[in-house]
């Protein structure tokens, strides 16, 4: 392979005008185009993949279905676009062509529709819009998180069904996974546990942790809801991780979660920061300061705390 002959994302992005994550979006829930790989197992992509990508682009922008025509040749979608006009509007899976009029809590809105509607390819449609319009961080911050908080208080007012939230926490997780996915990583990039201790099974604010350490370069090991203490220590021993995040939705547990903070203290020692975020936290500060964790109050204090540790091993 000639690497002369091939480009990286970023500079697919700029020949292109998509943002990276699109492009893999593309590329992996449509197959539009299919880049090779170098020995260190990296996307490149060749001049036929950024023709097809360009003329995709132009194809979605007069209106048309990226899921109908992802597949198609590079002749057809130049036949394509002669056949429709550039200011012709058709009807799409979802409106990318008025970014103004995205906004975080449009987006909420047409969710919790899409959720009591028990509708799950409408509400994989307004996510989909979302994270073309919007940064991630603001999809996830803005739109997801703040999304589960008014499903909760619906839930408990009687105003919204459990099958509601379930079929909601289906597709976000899915979503989340995706956008996880998606993130290239260094082969040399610092790792990060995650995991959510015992009784805590809410795993969508973890998820949206793993997210954001990705985007800061770090290898997230993803282990889920519910582990003991001693596990998640076993974990961070036999994976050589730089660092531990814990999520806690909640302190429902409260008796439990104390001891199980105070083992897991005990078993790393202070041999790596450990990040403890959610909304459990408020009712455990006296735990979590005695185990010398971070706090995690806020996504941009998150972001400035891995990019330090990586700066300063």
């Given at each position: 392979?000639k690497?002369?002959?091939?480009?990286t994302?970023?500079?697919?992005?700029?020949?292109?005008?998509?943002?990276?994550?699109?492009i893999r979006?593309?590329e992996?829930?449509y197959?539009?185009?299919?880049?090779?790989?170098?020995?260190?197992?990296?996307?490149?992509y060749?001049?036929?993949?950024?023709?097809?990508l360009?003329?995709l682009k132009?194809?979605?922008?007069?209106?048309?279905?990226?899921?109908?025509?992802?597949r198609?040749?590079?002749?057809?979608?130049?036949?394509?676009?002669?056949?429709?006009?550039a200011?012709?509007?058709?009807?799409?899976?979802?409106?990318?062509?008025?970014?103004?009029?995205?906004?975080?809590?449009?987006?909420?809105?047409?969710?919790?529709?899409?959720?009591?509607?028990?509708?799950?390819?409408?509400?994989?449609?307004?996510?989909?819009?979302?994270v073309?319009?919007?940064?991630?961080?603001?999809?996830?911050?803005?739109?997801?998180?703040?999304?589960?908080?008014?499903?909760?208080?619906?839930?408990?007012a009687?105003?919204?069904?459990?099958?509601?939230?379930?079929?909601?926490?289906?597709?976000?997780?899915?979503?989340?996974?995706?956008?996880?996915?998606?993130?290239?990583?260094?082969?040399?990039?610092?790792?990060?546990?995650?995991?959510?201790?015992?009784g805590?099974?809410?795993e969508?604010?973890?998820?949206?942790?793993?997210?954001?350490?990705?985007?800061?370069?770090?290898?997230?090991?993803?282990?889920?809801p519910?582990?003991?203490?001693e596990?998640?220590?076993?974990?961070?021993?036999?994976t050589?991780?730089?660092?531990?995040?814990?999520?806690?939705?909640h302190?429902?547990?409260?008796?439990?979660?104390?001891?199980e903070?105070e083992?897991?203290?005990?078993?790393?020692?202070?041999?790596?920061?450990?990040?403890v975020g959610?909304?459990?936290?408020?009712?455990?500060?006296?735990?979590?300061?005695?185990?010398?964790?971070?706090?995690?109050?806020?996504?941009?204090?998150f972001?400035?705390?891995?990019?330090?540790?990586?700066?300063?091993?």
């Amino acid at each position: 392979m000639k690497s002369v002959n091939f480009h990286t994302i970023r500079s697919v992005a700029q020949r292109t005008g998509l943002k990276p994550h699109l492009i893999r979006t593309w590329e992996r829930r449509y197959r539009a185009i299919v880049p090779q790989r170098t020995p260190t197992n990296r996307r490149v992509y060749a001049e036929s993949d950024i023709e097809k990508l360009q003329l995709l682009k132009q194809s979605v922008e007069r209106g048309h279905s990226i899921s109908q025509i992802a597949r198609l040749s590079r002749k057809k979608l130049h036949e394509l676009l002669r056949t429709t006009p550039a200011g012709r509007k058709l009807a799409t899976e979802f409106d990318s062509r008025d970014a103004e009029s995205v906004s975080p809590e449009k987006c909420q809105r047409q969710a919790l529709l899409a959720i009591a509607d028990l509708n799950p390819p409408k509400l994989e449609q307004v996510l989909a819009s979302a994270v073309v319009n919007l940064s991630r961080t603001d999809v996830i911050h803005r739109v997801i998180m703040p999304l589960f908080t008014t499903i909760g208080d619906r839930w408990a007012a009687g105003q919204l069904r459990i099958t509601c939230e379930h079929m909601a926490t289906i597709v976000v997780r899915s979503f989340l996974w995706d956008m996880l996915r998606s993130v290239e990583l260094a082969e040399n990039a610092p790792k990060i546990i995650l995991a959510t201790p015992v009784g805590q099974w809410h795993e969508l604010g973890l998820l949206a942790v793993a997210v954001e350490a990705a985007e800061c370069g770090w290898r997230p090991i993803y282990f889920g809801p519910n582990l003991p203490a001693e596990e998640i220590a076993f974990a961070v021993e036999r994976t050589g991780a730089q660092a531990l995040a814990l999520y806690i939705a909640h302190s429902l547990d409260a008796g439990r979660l104390p001891l199980e903070l105070e083992k897991l203290h005990r078993y790393i020692n202070g041999r790596i920061p450990v990040f403890v975020g959610g909304s459990g936290c408020e009712a455990l500060k006296s735990s979590i300061t005695k185990m010398k964790a971070i706090t995690i109050e806020e996504v941009l204090q998150f972001r400035k705390k891995l990019r330090q540790l990586t700066d300063n091993p």
